[in-house]
């Protein structure tokens, strides 16, 4: 990845790829199939470039083909792409900082453009300080992921979340949980780590309020 240690290394102008329950964050990793013809021309213009692409969820306005945009979005740079035999595209993009969307430029280009803000997120540039949790918050989180988990007939690997660092542990999991739109937009906005665990943890004792299930896994 390139050295952006500062919001004023980031484009400031950054084409957007509008998509409603894919969530990016910084330092996760997001593999995309591109194949409308708008956003090939979109990897094509940027895979020139900077290779920096803005991920943003919709909200209510706007109209079927071009919907209002969220206020806030992530942006990633493709650091994987592979072309298919049948012309789609293959890529990866991993999360360098969140931005707040500013106006939306009327450019020719096929897809959407934005003028964006990093300020507000820069500290998602430096991701160095590991994060902590008390115990208590860990416990409740492991007890409403087991909960979520089972009610969804789904699974994790417990002996690595145990052991994972928190901030890789609360972002796989931001970003793979199928959550709602809503809900996964509220992720983003938390503006901390500590915000978004406990976030988190409250939505999925909220999705697990019903269950009977008790047997939770403390995650030490």
């Known amino acids: 990845m390139p050295g952006y240690r500062h919001a004023s290394d980031l484009p400031k102008l950054i084409p957007v ?26 990897v094509d213009d940027v895979m020139a470039g900077d290779r920096v692409i803005g991920m943003i969820q919709t909200r209510m306005g706007g109209d079927r083909v071009r919907p209002a945009l969220a206020h806030v979005g992530c942006a990633g740079r493709i650091t994987s792409y592979n072309e298919t035999s049948d012309g789609r595209y293959l890529i990866t993009l991993t999360g360098v900082c969140r931005f707040e969307a500013g106006e939306e430029l009327p450019l020719r280009t096929p897809y959407r453009q934005l003028r964006v803000s ?33 009610r969804r007939e789904l699974d994790i690997d417990w002996d690595t979340a145990k052991t994972a660092p928190l901030d890789a542990l609360v972002n796989s999991l931001s970003m793979g949980l199928p959550l709602d739109p809503a809900e996964k937009q509220a992720l983003l906005e938390a503006q901390t780590l500590a915000q978004r665990f406990e976030s988190l943890t409250v939505l999925l004792e909220i999705a697990a309020m019903d269950d009977g299930d008790d047997d939770g896994h403390a995650l030490q």
């Open 17 to 42: 790829f509008p998509l409603d329950g894919a969530l990016l964050l910084p330092g996760g990793e997001l593999p995309l199939q591109i194949f409308e013809p708008r956003y090939l021309n979109m």
């Open 118 to 150: 990093y300020d507000r997120f820069e500290d998602d540039l430096a991701r160095d300080a590991e994060a902590t949790a008390s115990e208590d918050l860990r416990a409740r989180f492991a007890d409403g992921l087991k909960r979520y988990l089972n």
